[in-house]
């Protein structure tokens, strides 16, 4: 089944850029979306379709995809995205279509 | 305004069984795919079954395949995970979630329902 393998912790300056991969074999032929997820809270769509953000999603939040590696970017990072970020994409050569990465804590220093 | 409700989550015993509902309104709920992703305490996102808008289309993560049966009623908007031979592992936040109208991804989730397995 396929694979994506996300890096467990980000670390980031208040103000600076946040960058968090997800490596999957050809990923760029394929199409990421992203979710953060605050504690306690259920996740929340914030970029489909490797770059595409849901109406109330702030443009700080962009997102990549080409190669082996898709890429969320956080640029002006503020202490409220705290969060873990999950990249999610869909095989559809298998009956086990929904595949998550592990995920990745980002951290506001 | 889209709404999931996820109910019926709870302790129950290894072997146990247990059926989650999810309510669903703000939106047609006959016409999208659902799904259900858990959450093991401290641990990352693990989707676990589908079900496509007629039912045509069902799938489960190995993990649960032959215990666990999705199922949905489009008449109530409602969304349905049979939980059978409960495990400790199974232990986890489930969450129903809708997959996005241009599809491959959960636009909306609820809330979560809580389900612990132990003795």
């Known amino acids: 089944s396929y694979v994506l393998a996300q890096p467990p912790s980000v670390s980031v300056a208040p103000g600076k850029t946040a960058r968090v991969t997800c490596g999957g074999n050809n990923i760029g032929s394929k199409s990421v979306h992203w979710y953060q997820q605050k504690p306690g809270q259920a996740p929340v769509l914030i970029i489909y379709y490797d770059a595409n953000r849901p109406s109330g999603i702030p443009e700080r939040f962009s997102g990549s995809n080409s190669g082996n590696t898709a890429t969320l970017t956080i640029s002006r990072v503020e202490a409220g995205d705290e969060a873990d970020y999950y990249c999610?994409?869909?095989?559809?050569?298998?009956?086990?279509?929904?595949?998550f990465g592990g995920g990745t804590q980002l951290t506001v220093l | 305004e889209v709404q999931l409700v996820e109910s019926g989550g709870g302790l129950v015993q290894p072997g146990g069984s247990l059926r989650l509902s999810c309510a669903a309104s703000?939106?047609?709920?006959?016409?999208?795919?659902m799904m259900w992703v858990r959450q093991a305490p401290g641990k990352g996102l693990e989707w676990i079954s589908y079900i496509s808008a007629s039912r045509s289309f069902i799938y489960y993560a190995d993990s649960v395949k032959g215990r666990f049966t999705i199922s949905r009623d489009n008449a109530k908007n409602s969304l349905f995970l049979q939980m059978n031979s409960l495990r400790a592992e199974d232990t986890a936040v489930y969450y129903c979630?809708?997959?996005?109208?241009?599809?491959?991804?959960?636009?909306?989730w609820g809330q979560g329902s809580l389900v612990t397995v132990s003795s």
């Open positions: 979630a809708r997959e996005g109208p241009v599809a491959y991804y959960c636009d909306h």
């Open positions: 999610q994409v869909w095989d559809t050569t298998t009956e086990h279509p929904v595949v």
């Open positions: 703000g939106f047609t709920f006959s016409s999208y795919n």
